[in-house]
């Protein structure tokens, strides 16, 4: 069964500055993809950045990029700059082909709030 | 723009009231599927659909009804609604190969069951 593990339930971060935040995950398939989200408080859920599991390079798009290390499966968000309209919730999620339904399995997400 | 729309956005309602919330996707996607996301119980999924006239339920299908006549809608019902399916609700699309492909979500429907 697949797992996501997010440790930090939460974290300050001063503006301007990087954060790192931490998955890990379980699979036992070999093709699998890790996606990382974000909820502001409005709720809406908003997908950021997208790493597959045969993927060589670490993904980037913009301020975020993924920290891809296979072999300890774990895949980091890391939001470079930050602003205050990066306060949020952000969720690490995973598919892989045997998902039952070929849902999302989620972590329990990180709170992170940007400080001025 | 591509979008996954649900409608409304805030809903109040009474036990036992039917009601529909609308889901409309714009790219074409073949997948489509409804969560609920509850304070520590995270996000589950409700439905599934792989294609028109094709849907299976999730981990928590009780109380819920979808239909996929069209490839852009797949509206989820509840027919009697009951307190306990007071919850944010999203409807998300993706398409291509399923694990290479990130869902899209809509915008999330607020719904209270008094």
């Known amino acids: 069964a697949q797992k996501i593990t997010q440790t930090q339930p939460g974290m300050f971060v001063q503006e301007k500055e990087a954060v790192t935040l931490d998955c890990t995950y379980d699979?036992?398939?070999?093709?699998?993809?890790l996606f990382w989200y974000k909820q502001p408080s409005s709720g809406e859920m908003i997908f950021l950045i997208y790493q597959g599991s045969y993927d060589e390079q670490n993904a980037t798009e913009g301020r975020y990029s993924l920290n891809f290390q296979k072999a300890r499966k774990s895949a980091n968000l890391v939001i470079s700059a930050s602003q205050l309209g990066d306060s949020a919730m952000y969720f690490c999620a995973m598919r892989d082909l045997k998902a039952a339904g070929n849902k999302l399995t989620f972590g329990g997400g990180t709170r992170v709030l940007v400080k001025p | 723009e591509a979008q996954v729309t649900q409608n409304p956005r805030y809903l109040i309602t009474v036990t036992g009231k039917k009601l529909t919330v609308t889901c409309s996707q714009n790219?074409?996607?073949?997948?489509m599927s409804w969560y609920r996301q509850d304070p520590g119980l995270g996000l589950r999924q409700i439905y599934y659909s792989m294609n028109v006239e094709v849907t299976d339920k999730g981990d928590v299908p009780e109380g819920y009804k979808v239909s996929r006549k069209e490839k852009r809608n797949f509206p989820l019902i509840l027919e009697s609604p009951s307190p306990n399916q007071t919850s944010l609700y999203f409807c998300?699309?993706?398409?291509?190969?399923?694990?290479?492909?990130?869902?899209?979500f809509g915008n999330g429907t607020r719904l209270t069951v008094t």
């Open positions: 998300a699309s993706s398409g291509g190969t399923v694990y290479v492909s990130p869902l899209h």
């Open positions: 790219m074409n996607h073949e997948y």
């Open positions: 699979t036992s398939d070999q093709s699998y993809g």
